[in-house]
Nanobody, 124 residues
Framework: QVQLVESGGGLVQAGGSLRLSCASSGDMFRKYGVGWFRQAPGKQREFIAHITGPATNLGYADSFKGRFRISRDNRKNIVELQMNSLRPEDTAVYYC?????????????????WGQGTQVTVSS
């Protein structure tokens, strides 16, 4: 089992950037694929990106390609989401999620482990 803690959210002006982090304890984190999702008020949870355990494969939802970037450092047990050119419509709670030996998946039901989320608010 893996525990996930997100951080890095906050208030930013449109056009700005934020870097979110997803931290985990334990030495097995490198075996987990990690995805980032977000959920805006009144909307369904939305897939953003996924990275495999050894970071050999990355995948993004089309709407985030070129603007968001996922990365990981298994020595530090963290996965990060760099978000650039933020827009008011990016306002949401952002979650990281993990699945053991997880290959790419955009389906939230494939991820059994979730963090508590971090709020991102983009002002216009």
């Amino acid at each position: 089992q893996v525990q996930l803690v997100e951080s890095g959210g906050g208030l930013v002006q449109a056009g700005g950037s934020l870097r979110l982090s997803c931290a985990s304890s334990g030495d097995m984190f490198r075996k987990y694929g990690v995805g980032w999702f977000r959920q805006a008020p009144g909307k369904q949870r939305e897939f953003i990106a996924h990275i495999t355990g050894p970071a050999t494969n990355l995948g993004y939802a089309d709407s985030f390609k070129g603007r968001f970037r996922i990365s990981r450092d298994n020595r530090k047990n963290i996965v990060e989401l760099q978000m650039n050119s933020l827009r008011p419509e990016d306002t949401a709670v952002y979650y990281c999620a993990a699945r053991l030996w997880g290959i790419y998946s955009a389906d939230e039901n494939d991820y059994p482990y979730w963090g508590q989320g971090t709020q991102v608010t983009v002002s216009s």
